[in-house]
Nanobody
Framework: QVQQVESGGGLVQPGGSLRLTCAASGGGISRNVVGWFRKAAGKERELVAIITAADVTNYADSVKGRFTVSRDNAGNTVYLQMNNLKPEDTAVYYC?????????????????WGQGTQVTVSS
């Protein structure tokens, strides 16, 4: 079973950038659809970016044009580059490579969550 480990979060000022990393253990994820999710305090977990095995990407409207999801050539790591961060991007960010079914931003994943990485955007 693939386990995902997220890293790269931190405290950043509005307008700043962070790059999150989703590393897989227990097997590569080069052929997996991988979703990046976030959960803000008091809100439901939401899918913000997704990348297919063919590197087709989709983004939630709230992050489109600011976030970019990509994977490394070896296929064991997926990144989420976040630019022009806003306070409303503050959340715990998770990746998930355990797809139930693919439907773009309506894709469903199994409950296979890592510990996540905290992103805080504040001045």
């Amino acid at each position: 079973q693939v386990q995902q480990v997220e890293s790269g979060g931190g405290l950043v000022q509005p307008g700043g950038s962070l790059r999150l990393t989703c590393a897989a253990s227990g097997g590569g994820i080069s052929r997996n659809v991988v979703g990046w999710f976030r959960k803000a305090a008091g809100k439901e977990r939401e899918l913000v970016a997704i990348i297919t095995a063919a590197d087709v990407t989709n983004y939630a409207d709230s992050v489109k044009g600011r976030f970019t999801v990509s994977r490394d050539n070896a296929g064991n790591t997926v990144y989420l580059q976040m630019n022009n961060l806003k306070p409303e991007d503050t959340a715990v960010y998770y990746c998930n490579a355990d797809l139930k079914f693919y439907s773009g931003l309506d894709s469903q994943f199994y409950d296979s969550w890592g510990q996540g990485t905290q992103v805080t955007v504040s001045s």
